[in-house]
C-alpha cells in the first residue's frame, strides 16, 4: 500500500501562485509515476500533470501547460506542483496519486490516491 497525503491548497486571486505537495509513504517503490488530477463541482476528475519517479519525464494537461510546474523530491518521496498565473477556472479538489502507469494521464492506472486539497481562485 502506498499512502499520500496533500498539503498547500488555499484561496488566492487570480493571477497569484500556490505549490502543492503530495507526500508519499509505504511501498513507494511499487510505482513508476505520481500525478495530479483535479475535480471541479459538477464536473468529472481531469488530469492535471504528472511525473515519472526518476523525474525525466513530465506530462501537462494543455489547460496548465507553461503555468504549472510538477518536480519530484525523491528522497523526501515527495511531488510538489507549482501553480502560476492562477485562474477562477482552476478551481478544484486536487488530488495526488500513484501507480504503476503506461500513460501518465490515464487515471485508470493509478492505484493510490490522496484525499485531496482544496484550491480556490478568485476573480
Known amino acids: 500500500q502506498v499512502q499520500l497525503v496533500e498539503s498547500g491548497g488555499g484561496l488566492v486571486q487570480a493571477g497569484g501562485s500556490l505549490r502543492l505537495s503530495c507526500a508519499a509513504s509505504g511501498r513507494t517503490l511499487s510505482t513508476n509515476a505520481m500525478g495530479w488530477f483535479r475535480q471541479a463541482p459538477g464536473k468529472e476528475r481531469e488530469f492535471v500533470a504528472a511525473?515519472?519517479?526518476?523525474?525525466?519525464?513530465?506530462k501537462y494537461a494543455d489547460s496548465v501547460n507553461g503555468r504549472f510546474a510538477i518536480s519530484t523530491d525523491s528522497a523526501k518521496n515527495t511531488v510538489y506542483l507549482q501553480m502560476n498565473s492562477l485562474k477562477p477556472e482552476d478551481t478544484a479538489v486536487y488530488h495526488c496519486?500513484?501507480?504503476?502507469?503506461?500513460?501518465?494521464?490515464?487515471?485508470?492506472?493509478?492505484?493510490?490516491w490522496g484525499q485531496g486539497t482544496q484550491v480556490t481562485v478568485s476573480s
Open positions: 496519486a500513484a501507480g504503476s502507469v503506461i500513460r501518465l494521464s490515464d487515471q485508470g492506472g493509478y492505484n493510490y
Open positions: 511525473i515519472r519517479r526518476s523525474g525525466l519525464t513530465t
